[in-house]
């Protein structure tokens, strides 16, 4: 099972969150529930290449 980490806030009563991988591409709910349906859909099309040109977040590490 993987995990991924997702940041969500409250606005105007509609739950909004996003992928920490690819904050560029929001989604919402009215519940939290919903939200978290949503959140695991666009993740599938942002995965899968259904959505083209995604931007992607690295991590460089310096010694």
């Known amino acids: ?3 991924h980490k997702y940041i969500y806030y409250e606005e105007d009563g509609f739950y909004i969150g996003f992928w920490e991988e690819f904050p560029d591409y929001r989604t919402q709910g009215e519940t939290l529930d919903e939200l ?3 959140l695991k859909e ?3 099309d942002l995965t ?3 959505i083209p040109h995604v ?3 690295g991590e460089l590490e310096f010694v």
């Open 48 to 50: 899968s290449g259904t």
């Open 42 to 44: 666009i993740y599938q």
């Open 55 to 57: 931007y992607h977040t």
């Open 1 to 3: 099972m993987e995990k």
């Open 36 to 38: 978290i349906r949503n």
